[in-house]
């Protein structure tokens, strides 16, 4: 038979799926996973064994961990020394482990994050409450398997005399299963044993009037009660762990923040450091310093604020932007009968109190057994005392020891147990005094057999036992609650205020779109005259606004988005500079432009609202609430039609009437309430009837019949007619006509159609520009004031063939 012969052809994939699934059932069961009953890993168990078994206890001095980190690795764990240490640092760590299972002597590690000292230099025992752990394993209380080179023997779980698991807690992450089990307190969840002993049928909710939720070592304030509620009836859930942070009054008028506790699994230095990146980036205003001022006496990072800072909004910044406020996810798996589960914390608790049962019902057949024997040999030993002289008669006749065995059992009817015995009994036991002793040991015998056996009959004097021995374990080791607990998630509200110092500023931003933020000095320092703002050549300032730092901008769109703009985010220039690109600071597309601009502090306010107009006659109102975003990109503000676009959007009050003016002459006035409030992105409702060739130039928020309609044609004629003129009407209407145009061979026109319109009710600044980009500033006042049909009169002079394309006041509101 050749080589070749001798194997047989496999598909790759199920080669690799076998090895693969082998692998994977490995590190499930016997790496990364714990087991229900004593909620330890396979590494933890064999290190807290590998140390009981050399007699490395609380009671006899330190040990090497080199030492313990060999004999674990020579005997049940053939892997790599660092992971057996890595383990054996985790069960000494008290900030790690609600109850520490290893007792360590030098250096290891720290809530820095620190590495311990190499194994070679540090020192460990078993602590008090690991030996609890172990306690009765001599007893066959639990199995035992091969260890891998079948040379010893090792368990395969602890007899663990309290609920480890939950006590403890674990984490780990294998294949396709990840674990994640917080602490909690000891009293209590012995407690919740006690009650699930005494009713089965528990509800977990029952049962969180006792176990409240995790306790963690490091403390901290636990909110999110629905939280922990799914995770006890799930196994999975998710929490809010807080740092315990209080805010003290200093020297001086200043106030510091002074944290003593931090969530748990979060490294000190690290947040610490994140803190003080905080205040190196200024990201808020206020902190002066950041100190670690922790030592023997306890965890304490202090964070100086500056004078009259605000420290409640500075500690909310800090919880929703730092470690201080981290979530923790429950994700409770866990072993059981070989396969992992996910459990609640009923199902846990009763699976622990199973293995109680198993392993003190193991424990007593073990002392039953032992008494039994005892009692067998005391029985033998009464008897032959009360037969002394025929026995040694018997003995001294014999040939030898194995013959007198013979003869004893022959003679007098002795099992072999009781004739051996006899025969190793020492001479002095012979004294009346012995032979009461032992009379009196053989009643307490056959008292402790009836006992056992009454514990094995019953499993309600079972359960009897098992609580007293936890009793005493909640006695000797239970510790007060560590974390607090609130019911309610509390959300995080960061003032803007906290992150941006409050600071009035002028914003402009020009008709070609550039934008501009500047402080109030270089607005006055340059002149403080609107007309010397910076702008480029052949570009006019269209809005101008007098905002605050902590005040937002929503930038509205032609196409019917818009932006929401903070604006401490708009870049800074001095007032004669010309600003930056709006597409610099929002995503704006090529083919959209933006053509309005609200200044926003509060989005909730009761009665805002926003009116949308478009060219073809469409109207819209939303509450101005809809549009508050934390999104930097583009969002839908209102649908609009094909070949329409958003001209303007108004800010209302609810309690205007809305003046809309066509290309063609005509207007209408309509209450705006027959507009109702719709979504964010509907598309509105007719505003006026258009003709089809027809568009609207010019819209505004009038009332009470005060001020006047400006309108202006494309070829330079405009004129102003009295609101009053204006009557209100139904909304949907054509309107009236607003402006007449000429019309004859011989008669010199006064326009096309209307370039825009605007409401005048105190003097404003008109700019006109025309196609060929010659621009022109008008005080409103200087137009003259006509009947609303008039033909207007000439405001402007135009070259031939030249005609105004834009029309508008400037938005000043300084």
């Avoid at 106030?255 to 808020?284: C, D, F, G, N, W």
């Avoid at 994700?331 to 392993?359: F, W």
């Avoid at 400006?710 to 009407?729: H, N, T």
Wanted: hydrophobic share 40%; glycine share 8%; net charge neutral.
């Amino acid at each position: 038979m050749g080589m070749l012969e001798q194997f047989l052809p496999a598909f790759l994939e199920e080669v690799v799926g076998d090895r693969f699934g082998r692998y994977s059932k490995y590190i499930i069961q016997d790496r990364a996973i714990p087991d229900v009953r004593d909620g330890l890993k396979p590494v933890q168990r064999r290190i807290l064994y590998a140390m009981y078994d050399s007699g490395n206890t609380p009671d006899k001095p330190y040990r090497k961990s080199a030492k313990t980190v060999g004999d674990v690795m020579g005997n049940y764990h053939p892997h790599g020394d660092s992971s057996i240490y890595e383990g054996m640092v985790r069960m000494a760590q008290p900030w790690k482990m609600g109850h520490m299972l290893v007792d360590g002597h030098g250096n290891w590690g720290s809530q820095d994050d620190d590495p311990p000292a190499a194994m070679r230099y540090t020192e460990a025992r078993l602590s008090t409450i690991a030996m609890e752990l172990l306690r009765d394993i001599d007893k066959r209380t639990v199995p035992f398997k091969d260890n891998f080179d079948n040379t010893t023997k090792e368990p395969v779980v602890l007899p663990s005399r309290y609920p480890n698991l939950l006590v403890n807690g674990v984490s780990g992450i294998s294949a396709g299963f990840a674990t994640e089990i917080p602490p909690h307190n000891l009293r209590e969840i012995i407690d919740a044993c006690f009650a699930l002993m005494a009713n089965p049928s528990m509800t977990v909710a029952e049962l969180m009037t006792i176990v409240r939720g995790p306790d963690f070592p490091t403390g901290g304030t636990i909110m999110g009660e629905e939280g922990i509620r799914e995770a006890y009836a799930s196994g999975k859930g998710r929490i809010y762990i807080r740092s315990k942070a209080e805010i003290e009054d200093v020297r001086g008028g200043k106030q510091q923040i002074v944290i003593t506790e931090i969530p748990y699994q979060v490294v000190k230095s690290r947040l610490v450091t994140a803190m003080e990146t905080i205040r190196l980036e200024k990201r808020v205003e206020g902190i002066a310093e950041v100190r670690d001022e922790s030592g023997r006496n306890g965890l304490r990072i202090v964070v100086e604020l500056k004078k009259d800072a605000d420290a409640q909004g500075i500690l909310a910044y800090l919880f929703k932007k730092t470690d201080l406020q981290v979530t923790f996810n429950f994700n409770m798996v866990a072993i059981v009968n070989k396969a992992p589960r996910q459990l609640g914390l009923k199902e846990m608790l009763a699976a622990y109190i199973d293995h109680q049962k198993e392993v003190v019902t193991n424990r007593t057949r073990f002392d039953l057994e032992k008494a039994e024997d005892r009692a067998h040999v005391l029985e033998g030993l009464v008897k032959a005392l009360n037969l002394l002289d025929e026995i040694i008669a018997t003995i001294k006749a014999s040939k030898n020891r194995q013959d007198a065995q013979n003869n004893l059992v022959s003679k007098f009817g002795f099992t072999e147990r009781q004739a051996d015995a006899i025969l190793t009994l020492q001479l002095y036991r012979l004294t009346n005094l012995e032979i009461t002793q032992l009379e009196k040991e053989l009643l307490e015998t056959q008292k402790r057999i009836a006992y056992l056996q009454s514990i094995l009959a019953s499993e309600k004097k079972l359960l009897s036992v098992i609580r007293e021995e936890m009793l005493e374990i909640r006695t000797k080791f239970g510790i007060d609650r560590r974390s607090d607990i609130r019911g309610e998630v509390e959300e995080l509200k960061v003032n803007l205020e906290v992150m941006v110092q409050s600071e009035d500023v002028l914003l402009t931003v020009s008709r070609e779109g550039y934008i501009k933020r500047t402080t109030m000095l270089s607005y006055t320092r340059s002149g403080g005259e609107l007309e010397s703002a910076g702008v480029k050549d052949g570009d006019v300032v269209r809005h101008l606004l007098s905002v605050n730092t902590i005040d937002s901008l929503l930038l509205f769109t032609k196409k019917g988005q818009y932006f929401v703009l903070p604006v401490h985010q708009v870049p800074e220039f001095k007032w004669k500079d010309n600003g930056t690109a709006l597409v610099n600071v929002i995503p704006l597309s090529k083919e959209d432009s933006v053509i309005g601009i609200v200044p926003i502090r509060d989005f909730d306010q009761a009665s805002a609202s926003l009116l949308f107009i478009t060219k073809r006659g469409q109207v819209k109102r939303t509450e101005l609430k809809e549009y508050k975003s934390n999104r930097s990109t583009a969002i839908a503000a209102c649908k609009v039609g094909d070949g329409d676009e958003v001209i303007a959007v108004l800010e209302s009050n609810s309690n205007q009437e809305l003046l809309l003016v066509s290309r063609q002459g005509m207007a209408i006035r309509f209450p705006e309430t027959e507009v109702n409030p719709m979504g964010r992105v509907a598309a509105g409702v007719r505003g006026m009837q258009l003709k089809d060739d027809d568009e609207i130039v010019g819209c505004a928020l009038v009332a009470n019949d005060e001020g006047e309609v400006l309108v202006l044609s494309d070829l330079g004629y405009g004129k102003r007619s009295l609101l009053a003129e204006y009557p209100i009407q139904g909304r949907g209407g054509k309107g009236i006509a607003t402006f007449e145009f000429k019309e004859g061979k011989r008669v010199k026109p006064n326009g096309n159609g209307l370039t825009g319109a605007v409401y005048c009710k105190e003097e404003k600044s008109l700019i006109l520009i025309a196609a060929s980009g010659a621009t022109w500033t008008l005080p409103t006042d200087k137009t003259p004031i006509d009947e609303r049909r008039s033909i207007g009169k000439p405001l402007v002079t135009l070259d031939k063939n030249d005609l105004i394309t834009e029309c508008f006041t400037r938005l000043v509101s300084i």
